[in-house]
């Protein structure tokens, strides 16, 4: 596992100055923050302007969420640092009622909408709240629903329930919420708002992302500002105005988007420059005997279908969130009950699939590492150790003891590998960054040295370098006979490590690329491609529907 360090960063650096005449909506000096002695920032400084989308970008770890905590009233920094908004200075930590009349909204990870509350109920939440009235004029809250909806053209039904809606209808309510939640404070002081976005986009399709960008855009264009924290670099070429690159909880350098190169962005991250690793050629995938066979699995949306997995092969999976390539993963391993199909290793005897469980699948040397990484991934209160070792603790028994000196030894070893920081076994997973955390769940199951890995949007919040060391874990893995079965929306990261992809639609399989025929733009075509009528009817509805 290793990064080409062609040279070292010549060092960048200085803020692009803001234009003497706009005052920033928002300025940060020397913001700090340290855990029981662990640097998480060391001073940050930033300016974000009037009308401008502004990236925030970092490695794991790099102190991105923790400045987004700090600006939440989450954490409070270390003494010394200053914040001001809209030129006026902010006491920190920040305290509840001062995020309105500060103009400051904040969109997180998870969104906080509340999925059993229509899109009316969710909209005006806060601002019912906050009003303390007795009775609520519910024709006004409708109609100030609508007006807020329609403010960016947002076709959404305001008595339809969250849970029914898609994730980027989510994501676009959740930004026009936090929008809502602070126009008042910005039409009565003439004031810009600021609204930051940490990481709301992974897992949306591509059609759903402009949708997206659409709205941050329209919201620089009323003068107001957005703050967008992404780990995709060509997201954040696409639609910011400047960027500012943390490192090791410092600003790294800020860069004026359209000046700058996509190279020059990653070098910043990063610290130095990457190589990619080019595509197999066709003739090696070819050539391997099966390994994994998958006969007829059918699922929710998944018709039936037979997929086969060669020795030592990584098969990308990918297609329209519905199309039924995001359940084979969870089909494969147990996890979702399957309404048929069999498994076959190493043309051994079919296992039907409606009886597999996750631990008989364990038990074959199959690994599941889910999509949901907080949900249904890693244990958050639990160590880095315990979470390394959860699924084969047994193997530490010695004389019916727990061998604790090995497994540390073990996790410290593990971790080092695989560059998880801090490399404390003993530190819970909920004390490391999103992209360490993913670090540790994929070495636990790598560690396993399994006969069939299965992964489902394994780089999903984890940044340029990393998302590197882990393509090349995982080849390094596949060249010793581990075939590898990786379901993803993101088509670059599928034309990194598959050796063959395969496209759904509607439940099928419709298209397979293989070998040197693989890039992200041909897999990007198939997919949508993959939306296209005989007759040329339909498609824009249909795409429409699928990605709500
Ligand atoms: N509550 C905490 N206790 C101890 N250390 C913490 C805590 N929160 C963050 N850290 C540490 O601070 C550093 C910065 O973490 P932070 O979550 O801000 O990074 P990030 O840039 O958002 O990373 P990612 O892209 O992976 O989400 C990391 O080393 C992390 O382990």
Same mark, same amino acid.
């Given at each position: 596992?290793?990064?080409?360090?062609?040279?070292?960063?010549?060092?960048?650096?200085?803020?692009?100055?803001?234009?003497?005449?706009?005052?920033?909506?928002?300025?940060?000096?020397?913001?700090?923050?340290?855990?029981?002695?662990?640097?998480?920032?060391?001073?940050?400084?930033?300016?974000?302007?009037?009308?401008?989308?502004?990236?925030?970008?970092?490695?794991?770890?790099?102190?991105?969420?923790?400045?987004?905590?700090?600006?939440?009233?989450?954490?409070?920094?270390?003494?010394?640092?200053?914040?001001?908004?809209?030129?006026?200075?902010?006491?920190?930590?920040?305290?509840?009622?001062?995020?309105?009349?500060?103009?400051?909204?904040?969109?997180?990870?998870?969104?906080?909408?509340?999925?059993?509350?229509?899109?009316?109920?969710?909209?005006?939440?806060?601002?019912?709240?906050?009003?303390?009235?007795?009775?609520?004029?519910?024709?006004?809250?409708?109609?100030?629903?609508?007006?807020?909806?329609?403010?960016?053209?947002? #076709?959404?039904?305001? *008595? +339809?329930?969250?849970? &029914?809606?898609?994730? /980027?209808?989510?994501?676009?309510? =959740?930004?026009? $919420?936090?929008?809502?939640?602070?126009?008042?404070?910005?039409?009565?002081?003439?004031?810009?708002?600021?609204?930051?976005?940490?990481?709301?986009?992974?897992?949306?399709?591509?059609?759903?992302?402009?949708?997206?960008?659409?709205?941050?855009?329209?919201?620089?264009?009323?003068?107001?500002?957005?703050?967008?924290?992404?780990?995709?670099?060509?997201?954040?070429?696409?639609?910011?105005?400047?960027?500012?690159?943390?490192?090791?909880?410092?600003?790294?350098?800020?860069?004026?988007?359209?000046?700058?190169?996509?190279?020059?962005?990653?070098?910043?991250?990063?610290?130095?420059?990457?190589?990619?690793?080019? #595509?197999?050629?066709? *003739? +090696?995938?070819?050539? &391997?005997?099966?390994? /994994?066979?998958?006969?007829?699995? =059918?699922?929710? $949306?998944?018709?039936?279908?037979?997929?086969?997995?060669?020795?030592?092969?990584?098969?990308?999976?990918?297609?329209?969130?519905?199309?039924?390539?995001?359940?084979?993963?969870?089909?494969?391993?147990?996890?979702?009950?399957?309404?048929?199909?069999?498994?076959?290793?190493?043309?051994?005897?079919?296992?039907?699939?409606?009886?597999?469980?996750?631990?008989?699948?364990?038990?074959?040397?199959?690994?599941?590492?889910?999509?949901?990484?907080?949900?249904?991934?890693?244990?958050?209160?639990?160590?880095?150790?315990?979470?390394?070792?959860?699924?084969?603790?047994?193997?530490?028994?010695?004389?019916?003891?727990?061998?604790?000196?090995?497994?540390?030894?073990?996790? &410290?070893?593990?971790?080092?590998?695989?560059?998880?920081?801090?490399?404390?076994?003993?530190?819970?997973?909920?004390?490391?960054?999103?992209?360490?955390?993913?670090?540790?769940?994929?070495?636990?199951?790598?560690?396993?040295?399994?006969?069939?890995?299965?992964?489902?949007?394994?780089?999903?919040?984890?940044?340029?370098?990393?998302?590197?060391?882990?393509?090349?874990?995982?080849?390094?893995?596949?060249?010793?006979?581990?075939?590898?079965?990786?379901?993803?929306?993101?088509?670059?990261?599928?034309?990194?490590?598959?050796?063959?992809?395969?496209?759904?639609?509607?439940?099928?399989?419709?298209?397979?690329?293989?070998?040197?025929?693989?890039?992200?733009?041909?897999?990007?075509?198939?997919?949508?491609?993959?939306?296209?009528?005989?007759?040329?009817?339909?498609?824009?509805?249909?795409?429409?529907?699928?990605?709500?």
């Amino acid at each position: 596992m290793s990064l080409s360090a062609d040279r070292a960063l010549p060092a960048v650096g200085s803020k692009p100055a803001a234009p003497a005449d706009r005052t920033p909506v928002l300025e940060l000096s020397n913001i700090a923050k340290t855990f029981g002695g662990a640097v998480a920032l060391a001073g940050v400084s930033l300016d974000v302007l009037p009308g401008e989308v502004h990236g925030l970008l970092g490695k794991n770890g790099s102190g991105k969420s923790t400045l987004v905590k700090i600006l939440a009233g989450f954490h409070a920094p270390d003494p010394g640092g200053a914040m001001m908004v809209n030129g006026e200075a902010a006491t920190l930590p920040l305290k509840p009622g001062d995020f309105r009349r500060l103009g400051l909204s904040f969109v997180h990870q998870n969104l906080g909408l509340i999925p059993s509350l229509t899109v009316l109920e969710n909209l005006r939440l806060s601002s019912l709240t906050a009003s303390g009235r007795a009775r609520i004029d519910w024709a006004a809250e409708r109609r100030a629903a609508r007006e807020a909806l329609s403010r960016f053209d947002l #076709p959404l039904h305001i *008595a +339809e329930r969250v849970d &029914r809606l898609g994730p /980027v209808d989510r994501a676009l309510l =959740a930004i026009v $919420r936090a929008f809502e939640d602070i126009r008042t404070e910005i039409e009565a002081t003439g004031r810009p708002g600021l609204i930051l976005l940490d990481e709301p986009t992974p897992f949306l399709p591509g059609a759903g992302v402009e949708k997206l960008f659409a709205l941050m855009r329209s919201i620089a264009d009323r003068g107001s500002s957005v703050v967008f924290i992404s780990h995709d670099i060509d997201e954040v070429m696409a639609i910011t105005d400047r960027v500012t690159v943390l490192r090791d909880g410092r600003v790294a350098g800020s860069l004026v988007t359209a000046e700058a190169s996509h190279e020059a962005v990653v070098e910043l991250i990063v610290g130095r420059s990457l190589v990619r690793s080019a #595509p197999r050629a066709v *003739a +090696e995938t070819k050539a &391997r005997p099966v390994r /994994v066979a998958l006969e007829g699995v =059918a699922g929710r $949306r998944l018709q039936p279908c037979s997929i086969a997995v060669g020795r030592g092969e990584i098969l990308g999976l990918t297609g329209l969130i519905g199309s039924g390539y995001e359940e084979v993963a969870y089909l494969a391993f147990g996890a979702t009950r399957a309404k048929g199909g069999t498994l076959a290793l190493d043309g051994g005897t079919p296992i039907p699939l409606s009886e597999l469980s996750p631990r008989r699948a364990i038990d074959h040397d199959l690994a599941l590492l889910p999509g949901d990484r907080q949900a249904a991934s890693g244990v958050d209160s639990l160590s880095i150790l315990d979470n390394m070792f959860l699924p084969d603790v047994d193997r530490f028994f010695r004389g019916g003891r727990l061998d604790h000196a090995g497994m540390r030894r073990e996790a &410290r070893v593990l971790g080092e590998s695989f560059e998880v920081r801090p490399n404390d076994p003993f530190l819970k997973l909920s004390a490391l960054s999103g992209g360490n955390a993913q670090k540790v769940l994929i070495a636990r199951w790598m560690n396993r040295k399994p006969v069939l890995l299965l992964l489902d949007e394994p780089t999903q919040g984890v940044d340029v370098g990393t998302r590197q060391q882990i393509f090349a874990a995982l080849r390094a893995a596949a060249a010793e006979g581990m075939s590898v079965i990786c379901a993803s929306s993101d088509a670059e990261q599928l034309a990194e490590i598959s050796d063959r992809v395969l496209i759904f639609a509607k439940g099928r399989i419709v298209q397979e690329i293989a070998g040197e025929a693989i890039s992200k733009d041909h897999i990007a075509a198939a997919t949508y491609a993959s939306l296209d009528d005989k007759d040329g009817a339909g498609a824009d509805t249909r795409m429409q529907e699928q990605m709500r």
